[in-house]
């Protein structure tokens, strides 16, 4: 956990404003609360958050339009918390800049978790071009994948593909964002090349270590993840 790190919460309910507060606080966190969207905007703008949490539901405007004006000025991440569990909801947010979500009810573990991998992955590409876990290197400069101080051939698809995961390691990434940044938009219905190459891939670094089997997370009807929480 990184000490001090600000969280801005915007929720119009008190009762979840405090919870936060008091429990995020607890954690060494510095919570910003805001009741409604423009006023999350504004402490957005104004206090420059670490990372913020948007309920989608707020009295004067949208959700998703407070995530939209948010992403024009930040690049803090964002994890939503809603009451919609419908899959199309789930990537319209991801598409549009949130990093993770939240279904209500939810418990504070899980939210600290969300939290700390959220700030986890802002670090990792701000600092580093080798992501590292376990017995996994991936130098996105070499284009080369090391599995235990062992080369694993991957073809330049399978390659991109865990570029573009790892680069966002933690966050849900959809499948039509992947499938736009590997074959271009064009691709973005083509699903099954996307199904397709995550089975390879997967393969590939679980052969050489089995220890690396769930690393890459389905979260069905949505997209893919790097489990590193």
Same mark, same amino acid.
Do not use: C
């Given at each position: ?12 309910? #008190? ?34 958050? @670490? ?35 419908? @899959? ?11 990093? @993770? ?26 600092? @580093? ?23 694993? #051939?991957?073809? =330049? ?6 570029? =573009? ?47 690396? #089997? ?16």
């Amino acid at each position: 956990m990184r000490s001090g790190a600000k969280v801005l919460v915007i929720d119009d309910e #008190r009762s979840i404003r405090r919870f936060m507060d008091a429990s995020l606080t607890a954690k060494g966190y510095e919570v910003l609360p805001a009741k409604t969207g423009r006023e999350g905007v504004k402490t957005a703008a104004d206090n420059h958050p @670490d990372i913020i949490i948007l309920d989608l539901n707020l009295p004067d405007m949208d959700g998703l339009s407070v995530l939209k004006e948010i992403r024009g000025f930040s690049k803090a991440p964002v994890i939503i918390l809603t009451v919609k569990s419908a @899959d199309a909801d789930k990537e319209l947010l991801l598409d549009s800049g949130a990093d @993770d979500y939240l279904v209500k009810p939810f418990s504070l573990t899980e939210l600290l978790a969300r939290i700390r991998v959220a700030l986890r992955h802002s670090i990792n590409l701000q600092e @580093d071009t080798t992501f590292r876990q376990g017995p996994l290197e991936v130098d996105f400069g070499k284009r080369k994948v090391v599995i235990a101080e062992e080369e694993v #051939r991957l073809t =330049a698809t399978e390659f991109n593909l865990l570029k =573009a995961l790892v680069s966002h390691a933690g966050k849900i990434v959809t499948r039509s964002q992947l499938l736009s940044e590997i074959w271009g938009p064009q691709a973005v219905e083509q699903s099954h090349y996307l199904r397709i190459y995550v089975s390879q891939l997967r393969r590939k670094l679980e052969d050489k270590d089995p220890g690396l #089997r769930g690393f890459i997370v389905t979260d069905p009807g949505v997209g893919y993840r790097i489990n590193i929480s």
